[in-house]
């Protein structure tokens, strides 16, 4: 199996930037496909960004133009460059990863392997 460990969460104030931090336990293939989500207090969880094994990505529109999702094979980490955070940016985060294919961002529950999430605080 995967184990996903994620980092980098913080508080931080609005118009500030962070860098997630996604390790893998095993080697990050080019096959894979990795993503972003996050969870607010009350809310459902939401898809934020995604790389697929082309090197393709997607994002939300809530967060186009201010994330970059990337990725780094042989470190096995999956990143998510934030930047011009938000107060509604506020939430818990979470890498996920699918062997073999690449689900929508809305699919979340086809996504194989989950990690434990890191905490993001906006303040405005």
């Known amino acids: 199996q995967v184990q996903l460990v994620e980092s980098g969460g913080d508080s931080v104030q609005s118009g500030g930037s962070l860098r997630l931090s996604c390790a893998s336990s095993?080697?990050?293939?080019?096959?894979?496909?990795m993503a972003w989500f996050r969870q607010a207090s009350g809310k459902e969880r939401e898809g934020v960004a995604k790389?697929?094994?082309?090197?393709?990505?997607t994002y939300s529109e809530s967060v186009k133009g201010r994330f970059t999702i990337s990725r780094d094979n042989a470190k096995n980490t999956l990143y998510l460059q934030m930047n011009s955070l938000k107060p509604e940016d506020t939430a818990m985060y979470y890498c996920?990863?699918?062997?073999?294919?690449?689900?929508?961002?809305?699919?979340?529950?086809?996504?194989?392997?989950w990690g434990q999430g890191t905490q993001v605080t906006v303040s405005s």
């Open positions: 790389i697929d094994n082309s090197g393709r990505t």
């Open positions: 996920a990863a699918d062997r073999g294919s690449c689900p929508l961002l809305r699919q979340r529950r086809l996504f194989d392997y």
């Open positions: 095993g080697y990050i293939r080019s096959s894979d496909c």
